[in-house]
């Protein structure tokens, strides 16, 4: 359990001064992402449809481009999600039930968490949901912003390697009331290595996915 703690967001009720990081422009070739969301939480459709906006737009800052895809949740959470995934650029998103949430034990603050190995490379992360509900109230923010946040966090470490929590930017550890309450601020984006080590991540996989498939395809003639 220690690298799920390690790559966990949490709430944290004090306040913290940032300093805003400059972005990455956009590339015109986008790295192509897809996340295969599992809604256990059965969130409203336009909340999360707003939400998946959220976080494709954080990605287009960095030159990533996210594709979407709603799939059918097996009836085993705890089953192997990521022995589904074919491609080096899938993901999983499990968006939890608050029943699964109570069952993970894990600290009252935290929002999320990401399955990521010592050796990089995680495929799942974790959303839950009813204490990103109850962290929006109290914020007044819009749950739709705080949701996409925190998921665009979690797909982040899935992308970085292990124990890549920043001192800013989205990618930091722990996040407060005053900066959720700001609808759109660079304290909810990608710095610029980060964006650059996204970007040169997907862009390997995707050469060596290539490479396997020529290699296959030469073995089957």
């Given at each position: 359990?220690?690298?799920?703690k390690?790559?966990?967001?949490?709430f944290?009720?004090?306040?913290?001064?940032l300093?805003?990081?400059?972005l990455?422009?956009?590339?015109?070739?986008?790295?192509?992402?897809?996340?295969?969301?599992?809604d256990?939480?059965?969130?409203?459709?336009?909340?999360?449809?707003?939400?998946?906006?959220?976080?494709?737009?954080?990605?287009?800052?960095?030159?990533?481009?996210?594709?979407?895809q709603?799939?059918l949740?097996?009836?085993?959470?705890?089953?192997?999600?990521?022995?589904?995934?074919?491609?080096?650029s899938?993901?999983?998103?499990?968006?939890?039930?608050?029943?699964?949430?109570?069952?993970?034990?894990?600290?009252?603050?935290?929002?999320?968490?990401?399955v990521v190995?010592?050796?990089?490379?995680?495929?799942?992360?974790?959303?839950?949901?009813d204490r990103?509900?109850?962290?929006?109230?109290?914020?007044?923010?819009d749950?739709?912003?705080?949701?996409?946040?925190?998921?665009?966090?979690?797909?982040?470490h899935?992308?970085?390697?292990?124990?890549?929590h920043s001192g800013n930017g989205?990618?930091r550890?722990?996040?407060n009331?005053k900066?959720?309450?700001?609808?759109?601020?660079?304290a909810?984006?990608?710095t610029?290595?980060?964006?650059?080590?996204i970007?040169?991540?997907?862009?390997?996989?995707a050469?060596?996915?290539?490479?396997n498939?020529e290699?296959?395809?030469?073995?089957?003639?």
């Open positions: 359990m220690d690298y799920l390690r790559n966990a967001i949490v944290a009720a004090t306040l913290t001064i300093w805003n990081v400059p990455a422009a956009a590339e015109s070739e986008a790295p192509d992402v897809r996340i295969r969301i599992h256990y939480a059965r969130i409203a459709d336009d909340v999360l449809a707003q939400a998946q906006e959220r976080v494709t737009d954080i990605y287009k800052t960095i030159g990533v481009q996210l594709r979407w709603i799939t949740c097996p009836p085993d959470p705890s089953a192997p999600a990521a022995a589904t995934l074919t491609d080096a899938d993901f999983v998103l499990i968006l939890l039930s608050p029943h699964m949430s109570r069952r993970l034990k894990v600290a009252p603050d935290v929002l999320g968490m990401a190995p010592p050796q990089g490379g995680g495929r799942i992360a974790y959303v839950l949901f990103i509900t109850r962290v929006a109230r109290a914020a007044r923010s749950v739709t912003d705080v949701l996409g946040r925190v998921i665009a966090h979690e797909i982040g899935l992308m970085l390697p292990d124990g890549s989205l990618m550890a722990e996040w009331i900066e959720l309450q700001r609808p759109r601020h660079s909810f984006e990608f610029v290595p980060q964006g650059e080590t970007r040169r991540r997907l862009r390997g996989s050469r060596a996915s290539s490479g498939d290699v296959q395809t030469a073995r089957s003639k």
